[in-house]
């Protein structure tokens, strides 16, 4: 079983959250794609800081542990010294990632660090794709973090698959989320009382902003994918918002976690 | 008429995010009243983003200054950048290039989004 944006907020939410110690089965999962992977990590860190916490049932698949041990899964998200100690004995690197789930600190020039990352790794697998676009588009979408999260830290992960020709960027964090943010403005406080996706529908429109200037950012993020003719998926509070086909589909997610997740997805020639 | 002369990278590098727009716009300023048009070249191959553009030139209208302010851009990204900012803030952004004699307004791009739906389900994957 594939852990995607498609599926994860209804796998974890199988999960019984009244027991100590719930249990997270990963057993069938064979396969994570960025996304997944951010939200099911910041669905343990918002828990965590709750008072949660979590048993994991590892991948029976031997490719899917070997991934999380690649990209620190078990060390980013508190896990005991023992399961670290354990699951980096498969710990190998690539070249076609971060190798990191990364934690990224909101601090001055952390969109441009990310950004120039995610451009050297494209260039070093010389990827037949518009680098500069997707290079912008991480930019935009670490700024938004920095700028509107309310928090200091966000995680991202980067994945180029070369079978499919495609590159995937994801990034999440367990801030204010898009609705408590754009509340915030007097102008979008009404927003308070309408659906998550609603909110996050708005913020892509041009000017949409908690700051009285207005902001353009998943403006950009938008017409970038769909330029590109990529895709967009993002999830905030229990609403999603998928960009593709030049068309923007809302709904209701399965699970309501705090914050904002998103992903962008491109294909290469 | 005096005109000076700026390649954006010169201002602040790099362009990506809308901090250094405003940086940008901060080294420029010291040179906006002492010349009577300022150009300003986007050319060569560089990551220049939307927030960027708009956070710089959202300050130079405001200064009331971005009508004596020329972009130097070909057709393409930055071309395109410029016209959805046009657009976005609803404000006159001259252009040119080698190929056009004199400088050109730039012509406001709408957005590209074409259908907004609300889902009753969330799709199972992304098989359309």
Redesign the interface.
Known sequence: MNL?F??I?RFLATVNLDESNSLIDLADITFFEPFALVYLGMHLRHHNSLGRTFMIQLPRARDSRDYLARVNFWERFNFHPDVIRRENLRRFHSTTSFNDILDIENT?GV??EI??SV?EILRANAVRIAT??I??VV??LV?NFA?HSQRSLATCALQYYPRDRRVVFAIGDCGVGIRGSLASNRQYAYLAEKPH?EAA?LA?E??VSRKP?G???L??V??AV??AQG?LRLSTGDG?V?????????????LDLSGVQIEVSFSAR | MVTSSFHITSLTA?T?????GLAAYEQLRPHLYSHESIEIDLSG???????FL?EFI?HLSGAGVLNRVTFVAKEG?ALR?LA??A??RHVDIWYRNSDIPGRRRIDPLP????????????????V?
């Open positions: 995607t498609w599926n907020d001055e969109a441009e950004s120039g451009r500069d676009t290079a912008e930019a935009e700024d700028q996706h529908s892509f041009p000017l200037e902001g353009t950012g403006t950009e938008a017409d769909m330029a895709q999603y998928i960009i593709r086909n030049r068309r923007k589909e809302r709904g209701q997610m399965a | 790099p990506v995010t809308r901090a250094r191959e560089f990551p220049l983003s939307l927030s708009d959202r990204e950048k959805r900012v657009e976005i957005p590209t989004l074409t259908e907004s739906v609300l889902l009753e389900e969330k799709p199972h994957d992304d359309r």
